[in-house]
């Protein structure tokens, strides 16, 4: 069943809470598709998050980091392009799940890196931001990086 995404903006600001202090930005390098299936999209997991385990956020980030990975990330413009098709794909896709937005990242009142996550909550979609450089931030296999195809 596909569920197109296309036409996604990454150069209109996004719409972002009063706490976030600096406008996320496109990863550097990143060549994103004009339109992709969201069935396409690859649901990556660190080796870490695999078998019931978890990655301390910053972790990961340090391993994308490494690995050059950002740019082959959705960022938070693609997860409000998924946000605005609703519910309904968003489930069955996804369901259970918290998508980062890796392919863009900010920064909050206290210079945190924050990365953009969309998730189900009592019913609706929303788009939050969560602070990764905490050794509290544990993320599992509900957490996965999504990729482009390709």
Known sequence: ????????????????????????????????????????????????????????????????????MFASCLSAWDLEAIQARGLDVFRRFFAGKTLLGWGSIGFDVRSRVVVSCLRELNGELVLDWLPIDSPNIRLGAEYPVLRFPG
């Open 1 to 68: 069943m596909q569920a197109l995404i296309e036409g996604v903006n990454r150069k209109v600001p996004l719409s972002l809470p009063a706490w976030i202090t600096e406008q996320p930005f496109p990863a550097l390098g990143a060549r994103p598709p004009e339109k992709y299936d969201l069935a396409s999209v690859e649901q990556w997991l660190h080796d870490d998050q695999k078998n019931g385990n978890t990655v301390i956020g910053y972790e990961l980030f340090g391993f994308l980091t490494k690995q050059d």
